[in-house]
């Protein structure tokens, strides 16, 4: 019933941009944190940033702070991932989640996780 899908994966030129959307659907989405991680081959999953349900979003690992940006639109139940000037690190699949907290994004105790949407970034 709880559901969030993500979209706008694709294969990017180093320093190019991206924007990911998240849909969600089956809760009340405008009191849930919605957090956005990634996972490359062979390495475990990485919190990238977390948008809470004020619209703030934090960069949670410090590897990432500055390098993204988060927004989510209630009125739409969709939260976004940003990035310009991409680099070949920032290759992975990427997930968004929904927290029912409303502001924190634990990486263990998200509530729904969607499939992930694959970004590759080489020339």
């Known amino acids: 019933q709880s559901q969030v899908v993500e979209s706008g994966g694709a294969l990017v030129q180093p320093g190019g941009s991206l924007r990911l959307s998240c849909a969600a659907s089956?809760?009340?989405?405008?009191?849930?944190?919605i957090g956005w991680f990634r996972q490359a081959p062979g390495k475990e999953r990485e919190r990238v940033l977390c948008i809470g349900r004020s619209g703030v979003s934090t960069d949670l690992d410090s590897d990432v702070l500055g390098r993204f940006s988060g927004s989510r639109t209630n009125a739409n139940n969709t939260a976004y991932l940003q990035r310009t000037g991409l680099k070949p690190e920032d290759a992975a699949v990427y997930h968004c989640?929904?927290?029912?907290?409303?502001?924190?994004?634990?990486?263990?105790?998200?509530?729904?996780w969607g499939r992930g949407t694959l970004v590759n970034v080489c020339s």
């Open positions: 089956g809760f009340n989405f405008d009191t849930y944190a």
């Open positions: 989640a929904a927290h029912s907290g409303g502001f924190g994004c634990p990486t263990g105790g998200m509530n729904s």
